[in-house]
């Protein structure tokens, strides 16, 4: 019988050998592959030291959200005071929140079928996984459901990661600056297509992280809870990609 070093050592050449086939491409998509081959077999042969990885994907989760608020509120004040008829633009957004509405209505009742019809992650083990206790939550009548959705502080709203507060502030932002005067509204208009752009660039940026992201969460969920939850992320993966292709063909085709 082999050696326990031998088949590791194979592993790891196998996977030093895809990387450097990988490099000369220099596609992310590649690279977030070759996160992920890395991340498994750490977190299989050394499953102390892989759990140290989470910080890794933590910090990428945290560069996601601060880019959400920003983009926001940027290409929907382009958007909409880039438009000279506020008018117009009022029937296109009723148009367009009606569309959404219906398609996204459509889209859960696919969604719930599908994962009703695999069981996704159904039998998955909870062992090792610490249950945190949930503070009690008072029940929100209807009055406190549509407050909620109104900002108090703008930068309260983004700190807090919630969007349709940021989203309800950019429209009446928008409106307001379509409103003003020409020389003021070109600049603040300007800005705004300025951050847009600097968000988009800035996205590009964080995305080279998400090797490091991808890697480091499945190093440390192999480490901690083996790999159980990785077949079940593949059924669930599988089942969303079903879930998609029939929501292509059923909805959005005929529409």
């Given at each position: 019988a082999?050696?326990?070093?031998?088949?590791?050592?194979?592993?790891?050449?196998?996977?030093?050998a895809i990387a450097a086939a990988v490099a000369p491409r220099r596609s992310l998509t590649l690279w977030i592959v070759v996160s992920m081959l890395v991340g498994i077999e750490l977190g299989?042969?050394?499953?102390?030291?892989?759990?140290?990885?989470?910080v890794l994907s933590d910090a990428f989760l945290r560069l996601v959200?601060?880019?959400?608020?920003?983009?926001?509120?940027?290409?929907?004040?382009?958007?909409?005071?880039?438009?000279?008829?506020?008018?117009?633009?009022?029937?296109?957004?009723?148009k367009a929140l009606v569309y959404f509405e219906v398609v996204t209505t459509f889209a859960l009742f696919i969604g719930l079928a599908a994962i009703n019809l695999t069981k996704a992650g159904v039998g998955i083990s909870q062992a090792g996984v610490k249950e945190e206790a949930l503070a009690a939550v008072a029940?929100?009548?209807?009055?406190?459901?549509?407050?909620?959705?109104?900002?108090?502080?703008?930068?309260k709203s983004v700190a807090e990661g919630q969007v349709l507060q940021v989203v309800i502030f950019a429209i009446l932002f928008a409106i307001g600056l379509a409103l003003t005067p020409?020389?003021?509204r070109r600049v603040m208009l300007e800005f705004c297509e300025s951050l847009s752009e600097v968000m988009f660039k800035f996205t590009n940026v964080v995305m080279y992280f998400a090797p490091l992201g991808v890697g480091g969460a499945l190093a440390y969920t192999v480490g901690k809870m083996g790999f159980a939850p990785?077949?079940?992320?593949?059924?669930?993966?599988?089942?969303?990609?079903?879930?998609?292709?029939?929501?292509?063909?059923?909805?959005?085709?005929?529409?």
């Amino acid at each position: 019988a082999l050696p326990p070093a031998v088949p590791v050592a194979a592993r790891w050449l196998a996977i030093v050998a895809i990387a450097a086939a990988v490099a000369p491409r220099r596609s992310l998509t590649l690279w977030i592959v070759v996160s992920m081959l890395v991340g498994i077999e750490l977190g299989h042969d050394a499953p102390s030291v892989a759990m140290n990885f989470k910080v890794l994907s933590d910090a990428f989760l945290r560069l996601v959200k601060t880019i959400i608020a920003p983009l926001v509120f940027a290409t929907l004040v382009v958007g909409i005071a880039g438009h000279a008829d506020l008018k117009q633009v009022g029937r296109m957004g009723l148009k367009a929140l009606v569309y959404f509405e219906v398609v996204t209505t459509f889209a859960l009742f696919i969604g719930l079928a599908a994962i009703n019809l695999t069981k996704a992650g159904v039998g998955i083990s909870q062992a090792g996984v610490k249950e945190e206790a949930l503070a009690a939550v008072a029940p929100q009548s209807a009055a406190d459901i549509i407050l909620h959705i109104f900002p108090e502080n703008i930068a309260k709203s983004v700190a807090e990661g919630q969007v349709l507060q940021v989203v309800i502030f950019a429209i009446l932002f928008a409106i307001g600056l379509a409103l003003t005067p020409e020389r003021p509204r070109r600049v603040m208009l300007e800005f705004c297509e300025s951050l847009s752009e600097v968000m988009f660039k800035f996205t590009n940026v964080v995305m080279y992280f998400a090797p490091l992201g991808v890697g480091g969460a499945l190093a440390y969920t192999v480490g901690k809870m083996g790999f159980a939850p990785l077949l079940n992320a593949l059924q669930l993966l599988l089942t969303l990609y079903g879930a998609l292709i029939a929501f292509v063909l059923l909805i959005l085709l005929p529409v």
